[in-house]
């Protein structure tokens, strides 16, 4: 059973800041999720990652698959961007192994 | 831009009642997937479907939970004798596919499911 921990839980940031979201997960996996769940509940998925980085806008998404590590960075932050990002692996099989999220909380 | 269309929005019943939530996948996907997410807690997977039967579920997909695809265009998830417990927000996905850069999945807006 995989273990995906996020890193922080919380996290509030002012307008502009750079922002890093940590994802470490137990066992090998095939793919990395990261998604963004907005208040009202929708998700919608950012990037998928199996290796190396992807950079979509102002995010990047890294993955370090050595060290079962991933990363999502966000550059010039707004306070649009405020939500719960969610990691969520792949491991053999079909589903996926959902984080608990980081609350990311954007100042003006 | 395509997406994942789940109905209704919220669904409101009483315990021991049968609900069935639906969702219109996009129309060229062919992986589906029921999640689930309790207030306050993290997401669950719930079972995955392909070619019209089941191809994962986890251990909270037991008996009272069934999934069907109809017709074409839709995907339900039945759950025949609701209990509190299964408060929940569902999510309806889909994927085109299952390998490296076909798993993208993507989420409908949700059904949130209350149970009194």
């Known amino acids: 059973k995989n273990e995906v921990e996020q890193s922080p839980q919380n996290l509030t940031a002012q307008e502009g800041e750079f922002i890093t979201i940590n994802c470490s997960y137990s066992?090998?996996?095939?793919?990395l999720h990261w998604l963004q769940q907005h208040p009202g509940g929708g998700i919608v998925s950012l990037f998928m990652l199996s290796s190396g980085k992807k950079k979509h806008g102002r995010l990047i998404a890294t993955i370090n698959i050595q060290e079962k590590h991933s990363s999502l960075h966000i550059t010039a932050s707004h306070p649009r961007d405020s939500a719960v990002y969610i990691c969520a692996v792949r491991g053999s099989n079909y589903k996926l192994t959902f984080g608990k999220g980081t609350l990311l909380t954007v100042n003006p | 831009e395509p997406e994942v269309t789940q109905t209704p929005s919220h669904q409101v019943t009483q315990m021991g009642q049968e609900v069935i939530l639906r969702c219109v996948p996009i129309?060229?996907?062919?992986?589906f997937y029921w999640y689930r997410q309790i207030l306050g807690q993290k997401v669950e997977f719930l079972v995955s479907f392909y070619n019209n039967e089941i191809s994962e579920k986890s251990e909270i997909f037991d008996d009272q939970f069934s999934v069907e695809r109809p017709d074409g265009s839709n995907f339900t998830l039945k759950i025949r004798s609701t209990k509190l417990e299964d408060s929940a927000m569902y999510f309806c996905?889909?994927?085109?596919?299952?390998?490296?850069?076909?798993?993208?999945?993507?989420f409908g807006a949700g059904t949130r499911l209350s149970v009194l």
């Open positions: 066992v090998g996996i095939s793919a």
């Open positions: 129309s060229n996907h062919l992986y």
């Open positions: 996905a889909s994927s085109v596919g299952q390998g490296a850069t076909k798993n993208i999945q993507y």
